[in-house]
């Protein structure tokens, strides 16, 4: 089956302007989260989605932030892009919230968007 | 926030070796996912581990959950070039504003000479 699918790949955007990404979970998987990866500060927790609600957030300002679809489907927006945002984005999808912590409810990640801050 | 200590940081050995990584937390875990990244590509799950001291075997990997919660070793035997990548241990948080929360180590960087 397809795995985690996150789009655009690769982007680059300019200081104060917004981008979106976008993830499309494994099918059947109704938990999306957010991860920042970058070189200093390694992969960080943004938030998660679960049933078109966030149910976990991390440490991030609010420029940041994130919908669900009802198909799953899960967005990101940062607002006001700064350089210290150019970091790989990955998301992930499980078959439940990730608080349900049971067997089987395991997290997969997608191949991520790179963006790049100029 | 949770802290995950990730030992050590790079290695460097020769194909067939056997190589040992591991993670360590001053905080508890309800699980533990060791992951496989390649450059530019996402993390790849290779062991999930659901309870303590729970030993779970993936072809030549092995991983343990540590009795305590609070840590978790994964090895590599008799190692091949395509181990090569950077390997990362994740707690999934037990309660409190972490419970459910995905901590990553720092990762182990595994480079195998032919």
């Known amino acids: 089956k397809a795995g985690v699918t996150q789009t655009p790949r690769y982007l680059i955007k300019t200081r104060g302007q917004q981008v979106t990404l976008s993830c499309s979970p494994i099918?059947?998987?109704?938990?999306v989260s957010w991860y920042q990866q970058t070189p200093g500060q390694g992969l960080q927790f943004l938030f998660e989605?679960?049933?078109?609600?966030?149910?976990n957030k991390g440490n991030f300002p609010g420029r940041f932030s994130g919908r669900q679809f009802s198909n799953s489907r899960s967005e990101m927006n940062v607002s006001t892009l700064e350089l210290g945002d150019s970091a790989l984005y990955l998301c992930?999808?499980?078959?439940?919230?990730?608080?349900?912590?049971?067997?089987?409810?395991?997290?997969?990640f997608g191949e991520g968007s790179w963006l790049t801050v100029v | 926030g949770q802290q995950l200590n990730q030992s050590p940081q790079s290695m460097f050995i020769q194909e067939g070796e056997d190589v040992s990584m591991n993670c360590t937390s001053s905080?508890?875990?309800?699980?533990w996912l060791w992951y496989k990244q390649d450059p530019g590509e996402g993390p790849v799950l290779l062991i999930a581990?659901?309870?303590?001291?729970e030993l779970t075997s993936n072809g030549r990997l092995t991983a343990q959950f540590g009795i305590t919660r609070k840590d978790s070793f994964l090895n590599i035997s008799a190692s091949i070039p395509s181990d090569v990548g950077i390997y990362f241990c994740?707690?999934?948080?037990?309660?409190?504003?972490?419970?459910?929360?995905?901590?990553f180590g720092q990762g182990t960087i595994l480079t195998v000479h032919p």
């Open positions: 992930a999808s499980s078959l439940r919230w990730t608080g349900d912590l049971s067997s089987g409810n395991t997290i997969y």
């Open positions: 905080s508890i875990f309800n699980t």
């Open positions: 099918s059947g998987h109704r938990s």
């Open positions: 989605y679960f049933s078109e609600t966030q149910r």
């Open positions: 994740a707690g999934q948080g037990a309660g409190g504003t972490s419970y459910g929360k995905l901590t």
């Open positions: 581990l659901y309870k303590a001291g």
